[in-house]
Nanobody
C-alpha cells in the first residue's frame, strides 16, 4: 500500500501564493513521475505540472512562469510553489505518483485551493 499525504491548500487572494506538498509513504517502488493535477467544478481533471526521473518538468500552459514544481527523491516528496494566483486556478489539487509499471499509479485525497478576494 502507498499513501500520499497532501498539505498546503487554502484560501488566498488573487496575486497571492501558496505552496502544496505531497509525501509518499508505504510500499517501496521506483518512482517515475510525480505531479499535480487539478479539477474545478464541472470540469475534467487536468495536469498542472509534473516532474519525471531525469529531471524533466512539464507545465500546463496556463501556469507556466507562475508555478514551480520540485521533487525530493530521497524523501519521496513533491512540492508545487504557486505564485501570482488567479481566480481561475480555484480547484481541488491532487498529487499523483506513478512508477514504471501501470500498477503503480497513486493519487492523494486532494486539497482545495481557492483564489478569491
Amino acid at each position: 500500500q502507498v499513501q500520499l499525504v497532501e498539505s498546503g491548500g487554502g484560501l488566498v487572494q488573487p496575486g497571492g501564493s501558496l505552496r502544496l506538498s505531497c509525501a509518499a509513504s508505504g510500499s517501496s517502488f521506483s518512482i517515475y513521475v510525480m505531479g499535480w493535477y487539478r479539477q474545478a467544478p464541472g470540469k475534467q481533471r487536468e495536469l498542472v505540472a509534473s516532474f519525471t526521473t531525469g529531471d524533466t518538468t512539464n507545465y500546463a500552459d496556463s501556469v507556466k512562469g507562475r508555478f514551480t514544481i520540485s521533487r525530493d527523491n530521497a524523501k519521496r516528496t513533491v512540492t508545487l510553489q504557486m505564485n501570482s494566483l488567479k481566480p481561475e486556478y480555484t480547484a481541488v489539487y491532487y498529487c499523483n505518483v506513478r512508477g514504471y509499471y501501470s500498477v503503480h499509479n497513486y493519487w492523494g485525497q486532494g486539497t482545495q485551493v481557492t483564489v478569491s478576494s
